[in-house]
């Protein structure tokens, strides 16, 4: 009675379980349903994570490690393999009044299997069921505050979760998301 792990708070959110050390904190859940709508179509909780995640080193700070992550202006310099798909000047996002989440959602050139989360070029993945026309098309993302960010694309997700290691420092993990049909 004398000594016992700290209580933290611990929510699911469509499979993605979000940990909180502040005990006085509002609840997350309600805080994402302006999410809901956007990103219904993509069925998180149904998507499973078929290996280890890809782990590497960001030589910056957490927070613009984040920054970069949400912001599609990083693809051509970062990504040059896949940067001429995009179409990153139309790009467009909206902001939780809450302060709780962003989004960016940018369309491709070309429609699915060439939108993928990978350097392949053309995903070799069915799209997910139920997709609209501009979910076939475009590269879809929401950053959950402060280090939570999940990228939607026609065969699945990604999820990727920033960890600072130091002032300019960051570790970065990355997590590949499918339907079970897929994996």
Same mark, same amino acid.
């Given at each position: $009675?004398?000594?016992? *792990? ?9 499979? /993605? ?17 302006? *999410? ?14 078929? =290996? +280890?995640?890809?782990? /590497? ?6 927070? *613009? ?11 051509? =310099? ?44 053309? $995903?070799?993945?069915? =799209?997910?069921?139920? %997709? ?9 993302? /929401?950053?959950?505050?402060?280090? $939570? %960010?999940? +990228?939607?694309?026609?065969?699945? =997700? *990604?999820? %990727?979760? /920033? ?21």
């Amino acid at each position: $009675s004398k000594s016992c *792990l700290p209580r933290l708070r611990v929510e699911v959110w469509h499979g /993605f379980v979000f940990v909180n050390f502040d005990p006085e904190a509002k609840p997350l859940g309600p805080r994402l349903t302006g *999410l809901e709508t956007k990103f219904a179509n993509y069925k998180l909780d149904e998507l499973r994570t078929p =290996a +280890a995640p890809l782990i /590497f080193t960001n030589e910056c700070n957490w927070k *613009l490690s984040v920054e970069q992550g949400i912001d599609m202006y990083h693809v051509p =310099a970062t990504h040059p393999e896949v940067a001429y798909l995009h179409d990153i000047p139309a790009t467009f996002g909206e902001e939780d009044p809450t302060h709780a989440w962003t989004t960016s959602f940018t369309p491709m050139k070309k429609p699915h299997p060439w939108v993928t989360g990978t350097l392949l070029g053309a $995903s070799p993945f069915p =799209a997910i069921s139920g %997709l609209t026309d501009f979910e076939l098309q475009s590269f879809n993302m /929401f950053l959950v505050y402060p280090n $939570s %960010l999940v +990228a939607c694309v026609p065969d699945g =997700a *990604l999820y %990727l979760l /920033f960890f600072p290691e130091g002032p300019h420092k960051t570790q970065v993990r990355i997590n590949l998301c499918y339907p079970a049909s897929t994996v």
